[in-house]
């Protein structure tokens, strides 16, 4: 029997995506008519927080996008950033490649510089994430952008996704694996400038992994092995030049 691939909650036979593999070159279906204002699009809108723990301003943004987060057709992640841990708190969240992450947008969204809390919306455009009028809104605009992404589907057994095909961005795309854990996190702040206060994030990030490169043409790809129990694991295709995401979707805990 084929294995059977879960995508946005359906359950897909594997030879869809087979069948896609011997028409590699084709191109990809249209996602349907462009939604009206307020309509829920199949392919959701990724919000990413960079944020810190000895962050005067984070608390606020992290409400914000813990507002989000349970919204439908939006996908929250949480990157905790290393680069204030000088104030007198080491985020306990924290990693280097988070802070790196976050500065790979800086050249596309022409920022000269990047500080927290920041949100960065469909890798397309940031807004600071204290800001609850500018974030809505850009998380409504960016709903409606997306014509023809690239569909992405997981194996039932949870260990492969598959991307389809699609029209590649100039200078390639890449698959990246990005692992959270889904819900709100309480840590005590022990010192810095945020000393005393409990600060609350969600879906708090562990690790992002590149998974290979996409090129147009429909593909299967390896996702991270050992996943602590209770990770979720949300797959971007994004753009190697303008760091746009073309599509994104989430294999829940296992």
């Known amino acids: 029997m084929v294995p059977a691939m879960r995508t946005r909650g359906w359950i897909i036979p594997a030879a869809v995506l087979v069948a896609a593999s011997v028409a590699a070159g084709t191109s990809a279906q249209p996602a349907g008519p462009r939604a009206a204002a307020g309509d829920v699009r199949p392919e959701p809108v990724i919000v990413e ?28 992640l949480t990157y905790a950033v290393d680069y204030w841990d000088y104030l007198g708190w080491e985020d306990t969240f924290a990693r280097p490649e988070f802070a790196q992450r976050q500065r790979a947008y800086r050249r596309p969204l022409k920022l000269r510089a990047v500080g927290t809390p920041q949100v960065v919306i469909d890798g397309r455009r940031q807004v600071p994430g204290a800001e609850e009028a500018a974030l809505k809104v850009a998380v409504e605009e960016e709903s409606l952008r997306r014509i023809f992404p690239p569909e992405i589907e997981f194996r039932e057994a ?3 996704v598959g991307v389809g095909s ?9 698959v990246v694996a ?3 854990r889904p819900g ?3 840590v005590e702040i022990e010192g810095g400038d945020n000393r005393g206060q409990t600060v609350r994030q969600v879906n708090v990030v562990s690790a992002v992994r590149s998974l290979g490169s996409w090129t147009g043409r429909p593909a299967l790809y390896a996702l991270p092995a050992g996943l602590d129990p209770g990770e979720a694991v949300a797959v971007l295709v994004q753009a190697r030049a303008d760091r746009s995401i073309l599509n994104g979707a989430v294999l829940p805990p296992r």
């Open 49 to 76: 927080l960079f944020t810190a723990q000895g962050c005067t301003g984070c608390p606020e943004a992290n409400a914000r996008v813990e507002a989000l987060a349970d919204q439908p057709g939006v996908i929250a």
């Open 158 to 160: 949870g260990d492969h």
């Open 166 to 174: 699609g029209r590649a961005p100039a200078g390639g795309a890449e």
């Open 178 to 180: 990005v692992v959270y």
């Open 184 to 186: 709100p996190q309480s």
